[in-house]
T-cell receptor, first 112, second 114 residues
Framework: GQQVMQIPQYQHVQEGEDFTTYCNSS?????IQWYKQRPGGHPVFLIQ?????EVKKQKRLTFQFGEAKKNSSLHITATQTTDVGTYFC????????????FGTGTRLLVSP | ETGVTQSPTHLIKTRGQQVTLRCSSQ?????VSWYQQALGQGPQFIFQ???????GRGNFPPRFSGLQFPNYSSELNVNALELDDSALYLC?????????????FGPGTRLTVT
């Protein structure tokens, strides 16, 4: 079946450093979404990318969708302690119904 | 916060028992998806309900079943509980046909099977 892998599994940075998580799918995706889950919380939708090669920015966050629509990345510039959490990519596949396949997640810890 | 609610918040059951989890979708949403999230892992798709019918299913056995009601709320039923069923169960509501198809997650139900 479809697999969506993320690297790294875990990253610990000092506040102010940059952070990047990479997402790779074994199959082509209709689109890709990114979610953030705070410790003890539930996933919260961040953004959706649809077009091949698409780049979107949200303040310090930059999201990219690969040309082949099989990979994506999330880059955070100048991390803050509020960025702590696990970041999941989720690929949307249209297989007769819309199914989200979540990646393995990258846990980010930011020290002040 | 999303308008998606789930009950109960926490639940402890014994192996072999049955459990029912409930989800109220966000106003205006007609689709509910259920996910199982084991500790330290990403959510795994269980199934999706649209217009009161199962619209798609992940790799979960038949002892995982569900319902969707006319008001779009939903239930997840798990029979013959196993220890590995211990997880956070998340429901997410969305609107079928909406271009963005973003999913709004509820706070989850933490199920512990002993």
């Amino acid at each position: 079946g479809q697999q969506v892998m993320q690297i790294p599994q875990y990253q610990h940075v000092q506040e102010g450093e940059d952070f990047t998580t990479y997402c790779n799918s074994s199959t082509t995706l209709s689109n890709i979404q990114w979610y953030k889950q705070r410790p003890g919380g539930h996933p919260v939708f961040l953004i959706q990318l649809v077009k091949s090669g698409e780049v979107k920015k949200q303040k310090r966050l930059t999201f990219q969708f690969g040309e082949a629509k099989k990979n994506s990345s999330l880059h955070i510039t100048a991390t803050q302690t509020t960025d702590v959490g696990t970041y999941f990519c989720a690929g949307l596949r249209n297989t007769g119904f819309q199914k989200l396949v979540f990646g393995t997640g990258t846990r980010l810890l930011v020290s002040p | 916060e999303t308008g998606v609610t789930q009950s109960p918040t926490h639940l402890i059951k014994t192996r072999g028992q049955q459990v029912t989890l409930r989800c109220s979708s966000q106003s205006g949403h007609n689709t509910v998806s259920w996910y199982q999230q084991a500790l330290g892992q990403g959510p795994q798709f269980i199934f999706q309900y649209y217009r009161e019918e199962e619209n798609g299913r992940g790799n979960f056995p038949p002892r995982f079943s569900g319902l969707q009601f006319p008001n779009y709320s939903s239930e997840l039923n798990v029979n013959a509980l196993e220890l590995d069923d211990s997880a956070l169960y998340l429901c997410a509501s969305s609107s079928m046909g909406q271009a963005a198809y973003e999913q709004y997650f509820g706070p989850g139900t933490r199920l512990t099977v002993t």
